[in-house]
């Protein structure tokens, strides 16, 4: 059953292979959805400091039925933080949010502010100083891994060329049709596990009736097939949901995608139009 299976990073942490992602759930609603999550067998928990919901996320995870250590939360630096001064304040804020003695998981959001995403200015130095932050938490054992998300490989390579402590994961957006191939195969050839998120390509998929029919030749759902997909190209997928039905779906992917479609699926022409989340950056072309 996948929710018991692991990845290891590269530091010897273990971590599950697939994610519960909350995004767009409120702070009220999160702690139920937590708390189905981890009666269903979910051990894995992605929020992050942007999606307000870190108060709810402690409090489901505390209020659980489940050990604390059993359960692997991740939050994120938010993407405006890019000093060290700031970024050690918001670390312990997010302990203090989720109530949390640690964090499993502390990865700096985006390598650029969200109203900046666009703009040619790269914020190395920020991320280095925001990076210096998280190794000291990490070190101190407030952390027990640290990482990146929408990272590009120059976005990578600046904190390689300055860490003590290296990156374990990279959180993309990653989809069947948006596979990025050579920031993948680049981020696991450094051992940094990546992480799939809206691996529905934010209900896009759902629309796609190529999608359908390879969903329906293995009797399975589009949603299923897409998680499969992600998993069989080694990346950790985080499913959106506070659905306690779709939870238990999106768990059920016992199968596997012969190579000929694994291929059909990855070189699937892109999405263009995320419909009402293309105003956000990562989903928008622009």
């Not at 909350?22 to 139920?32: A, G, L, P, S």
């Not at 709810?56 to 209020?63: I, Q, S």
């Not at 990490?138 to 003590?164: H, M, P, Q, V, W």
Request: aromatic fraction near 10%.
């Amino acid at each position: 059953m996948i929710l018991e299976e692991k990845f290891t990073l590269s530091n010897g942490v273990t971590i599950p292979k697939l994610g519960l992602g909350i995004w767009f759930i409120n702070n009220e609603e999160v702690v139920q959805a937590v708390k189905d999550a981890a009666k269903i067998g979910y051990r894995h928990i992605d929020t992050a400091q942007a999606y307000g919901n870190e108060t709810g996320v402690g409090e489901g995870v505390r209020g659980c039925g489940i050990s604390r250590e059993n359960m692997f939360v991740t939050t994120k630096l938010a993407a405006e933080v890019k000093s060290y001064k700031e970024a050690v304040a918001s670390i312990d804020a997010s302990i203090k949010s989720l109530g949390l003695v640690y964090i499993d998981m502390m990865i700096i959001h985006s390598p650029k502010p969200w109203a900046k995403f666009r703009e040619t200015d790269a914020y190395f130095e920020g991320n280095r100083e925001a990076w210096g932050a998280l190794e000291e938490a990490y070190k101190a054992g407030k952390l027990r891994s640290i990482g990146l998300s929408n990272f590009e490989k120059a976005d990578i390579d600046n904190i390689l060329a300055c860490c003590t402590v290296k990156p374990m994961v990279n959180q993309i957006l990653t989809h069947i049709s948006n596979t990025p191939k050579e920031l993948i195969e680049y981020c696991q050839h450094k051992d940094i596990l990546v992480e799939a998120y809206s691996p529905f390509g934010h209900g896009e998929l759902f629309k796609n009736q190529e999608v359908a029919a390879i969903a329906e030749k293995y009797k399975v759902s589009v949603s299923q097939l897409a998680i499969r997909y992600c998993l069989q190209l080694d990346l950790l997928p985080l499913p959106k949901t506070a659905n306690l039905q779709h939870m238990k779906t999106n768990a059920e992917v016992d199968f596997a995608i012969d190579e000929e479609d694994m291929e059909y699926l990855k070189n699937m022409q892109p999405i263009e139009d995320y419909g009402e989340h293309s105003k956000f950056p990562v989903y928008g072309k622009k």
